[in-house]
């Protein structure tokens, strides 16, 4: 039987997920071409200005904004984790507000179903005949810029409905295969302290995100004026900064920006000290680490270290552009062990700990 009344949408080429080979001919490796130099200027200024346009609804957590922006200009997803009222939501709708993207909310509850998700198949009277047919619904994946709220709020059923999107930016259903539309972006949220409810989320699905962000509370100084300027009239709306074509050039310039051998270097180094069967590994992360970072964390370093130099103006990534992700593209993908946990050793501990010891070295 035929369950489509049309054809699934052409899935495009995948844009390159890697460096490209020679990207700027008549350069040396380490020089951009004058186009890129004006571009990364360009890019530059944008971010600031998306600062300065979500500094209007959030007060605060410019770290936060900061590594937001490195995920979404390096195509990466992220995860935001903090505890209840630290405006984890409001920051990724502000952000949707920003970009003349389509934005959509699902709210992940026990009882969320992977279709309330990806979509499914509803049957239509189509023609004069009253003919029916199965026709694609579309869910609300199919946005440019996703907000997953509370994700560990659903079992781990409905969490895989988002992990063909967010790992090939395509869902499957009743064997179809449809494409999302490039940009696409998942922004989760989670709440750390409550467990009530919830369902830790697989480690798949945890891999799938580039960063996991961590929302602290503010300071004294901000969190007056959070009650100052939150409690009277209400603000205008946001100014649309971009749309997704340019998002995606300002996407390939990011992956254009050089980075030294030595960085590659130190970012398999620190990768592979972090898994405690291989011979870099020292003593103290064998016996504190279940299970190390996998090769997915080496690109995700280096592209984060690419969207941090020049979302700062630079025209090449650094130690300390490399050294400054390294915490939120780690800190999710070491598992700890009994022992570890017997110690008071988080992955977080572990990880500004290795951290620390290969910048001494």
Not at 91 to 119: E, H, K, W
Not at 137 to 162: C, H, W, Y
Not at 276 to 286: D, K, L, S, T
Request: proline share 7%; with cysteine.
């Amino acid at each position: 039987m035929d369950t489509h009344s049309s054809p699934p949408e052409e899935i495009p080429a995948e844009l390159p997920t890697g460096d490209l080979e020679d990207p700027n001919p008549g350069t040396t490796p380490y020089q951009l071409p004058p186009d890129d130099v004006a571009a990364i200027d360009e890019l530059g200024k944008t971010y600031s200005a998306l600062r300065k346009e979500l500094g209007k609804t959030i007060i605060g957590q410019e770290e936060v904004i900061e590594k937001l922006a490195i995920c979404l200009f390096a195509r990466g997803h992220a995860l935001l984790m903090g505890v209840p009222g630290l405006a984890k939501t409001l920051l990724v709708s502000s952000v949707a507000q920003t970009f003349d993207l389509s934005f959509n909310r699902i709210q992940f509850t026990p009882d969320l179903m992977p279709a309330d998700i990806t979509g499914t198949d509803i049957i239509q009277e189509s023609g004069a005949g009253g003919k029916r047919e199965f026709e694609f619904a579309k869910g609300p994946v199919f946005a440019n810029l996703v907000l997953a709220d509370e994700i560990n709020r659903a079992p781990a059923k409905t969490q895989s409905a988002m992990l063909e999107a967010m790992g090939e930016n395509k869902v499957t259903v009743l064997g179809k295969t449809y494409a999302l539309q490039a940009p696409f972006f998942v922004l989760a949220t989670q709440n750390p302290i409550e467990q009530e409810g919830t369902y830790p989320l697989p480690e798949a699905q945890l891999d799938r995100f580039m960063f996991l962000i961590e929302v602290k509370y503010p300071t004294a100084a901000e969190e007056k004026r959070i009650a100052r300027e939150t409690t009277g009239a209400a603000k205008h709306a946001l100014a649309k900064l971009m749309d997704g074509e340019k998002i995606i050039a300002f996407q390939q310039l990011v992956r254009r920006v050089p980075v030294p051998d030595h960085l590659y270097d130190y970012a398999v180094e620190i990768v592979r000290k972090t898994r405690p069967g291989q011979p870099e590994a020292p003593q103290w992360i064998r016996d504190t680490v279940g299970w190390g970072a996998g090769p997915r964390a080496v690109q995700y370093l280096i592209l984060g270290a690419k969207a941090r130099a020049a979302l700062r103006g630079n025209y090449m990534a650094s130690l300390e552009d490399i050294e400054a992700v390294a915490p939120a593209v780690l800190n999710h993908r070491v598992i700890t062990n009994f022992a570890a946990e017997s110690q008071g050793m988080t992955s977080k501990k572990i990880i500004q700990k290795l951290i620390s010891e290969m910048s001494e070295s």
